[in-house]
């Protein structure tokens, strides 16, 4: 395998990107991570190479990554395939409100 083909991919890649929220081209080839729901279920995915706007900060995806992305979602992102798992907190935003309402005054010192 010939790795120095790789980053020649990448620019004729990013070099035909056009942003799709403003039409422009100054479009530059990021990593990113990313939470998608399934359901009620959350899935990570990491690593992810996307397309960035410079002009108006836009991240999209190529049709490559777009396309393993309906696959994965297809297979229903199996948990087998997971290179790890997070536990994650949980807010409810209803009961963050009641905590800040000020007619609680905090307690005394
Ligand atoms: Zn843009």
């Known amino acids: 395998m010939n790795y120095q083909d ?3 991919d990448h620019l004729s890649r990013t070099e035909e990107a056009q942003c799709p929220q403003c039409g422009s081209v100054a479009v530059g080839l990021t990593s990113v991570r990313s939470a998608l729901w399934q359901g009620e279920r959350l899935v990570i995915i990491e ?3 996307a397309l960035e706007c410079r002009t108006c900060r836009e ?3 190529d ?3 777009a396309t393993m992305l ?3 979602r ?3 992102f199996p948990e087998e395939r ?3 798992f997070l536990k994650v907190p949980v807010f409810d935003y209803t009961q963050l409100l009641k905590r800040a309402d000020p007619a ?3 307690p005394p010192r």
């Open 6 to 8: 790789r980053p020649q």
């Open 47 to 49: 690593g992810l190479p």
């Open 59 to 61: 991240q999209f995806y």
């Open 63 to 65: 049709d490559v990554t």
């Open 70 to 72: 309906d696959l994965l």
């Open 74 to 76: 297809g297979a229903g």
């Open 82 to 84: 997971a290179d790890r």
């Open 104 to 106: 609680e005054p905090e």
